[in-house]
């Protein structure tokens, strides 16, 4: 089978529905795999996702972006600024995923963590957490609009006239959004909706759930 470019939506702690997904998609070596920020967080298993993101790192080419809620935990356990606001947001979940305090967070998982990097693109696509500045270049876009923007489905074409895929906003309803060449993968795993997957290569969606249940969408169109 040819190498594919698969991108992972919000995971927020979803240990077992990233499980059903890496494994029902069998992900190889030659894939390349973007998870497009906020691992951590909400869901019931921050531990065990991270542990699954840097088995991957082993197992294909893994893509880490930085969400805003890997900048608040990676703020909040030095006591920063953003630390009442993570508690409160997914924080502590988190925290309880390890053990009952910070010093049970394992070094190697924080150290993982700060790997993260701000957006990454290929020949065809750019891959962000939130969204990005209009007109403003990639390397020039600012932490605020990269990780916390909220995405409106009103975006424009990227000028590049690439696809840009995103997270962080999550549609409710489970359903991943496509807008002007944006795609919107934060299908709301935490929250009794999905864990989506994007097949950039074939241009199939796959979905999974934390109760361990996965669904072949099929080809991922304007139309969705």
């Not at 059903?20 to 030659?30: D, G, M, Q, T, Y």
């Not at 298993?45 to 088995?55: A, F, N, Y």
């Not at 696809?163 to 934060?186: K, Q, Y």
Request: proline share 3%; charged share 25%.
């Amino acid at each position: 089978m040819s190498a594919r470019v698969l991108a992972i939506g919000d995971i927020h702690g979803c240990d077992v529905a990233l499980e059903v997904l890496v494994h029902k998609l069998n992900i190889r070596a030659a894939d390349t795999l973007i998870v497009l920020g906020d691992a951590v967080d909400r869901g019931p298993g921050t531990k065990r996702v991270v542990e699954q993101l840097i088995e991957l790192e082993d197992a294909c080419r893994l893509i880490f972006i930085q969400g805003n809620h890997e900048e608040m935990m990676l703020d909040g356990l030095k006591g920063g600024r953003f630390e009442d606001i993570w508690l409160n947001n997914g924080g502590q979940e988190a925290i309880d995923s390890y053990g009952r305090s910070y010093a049970d967070v394992l070094p190697e998982h924080v150290e993982f963590l700060k790997t993260a990097i701000d957006y990454w693109e290929n020949e065809t696509a750019i891959f962000t957490h939130a969204s990005l500045e209009p007109d403003v270049p990639l390397n020039e876009q600012s932490p605020e609009w990269l990780r916390w923007t909220r995405f409106t489905g009103e975006e424009a074409p990227h000028s590049s006239g690439k696809r840009v895929l995103c997270g962080h906003t999550p549609r409710i309803s489970g359903e991943v959004t496509l807008a002007n060449g944006w795609v919107c993968l934060d299908t709301w795993a935490y929250h009794d909706g999905y864990l989506s997957c994007l097949d950039l290569t074939h241009g199939l969606l796959y979905q999974s759930q934390q109760t361990g249940e996965f669904f072949e969408r099929g080809v991922l169109s304007e139309e969705e």
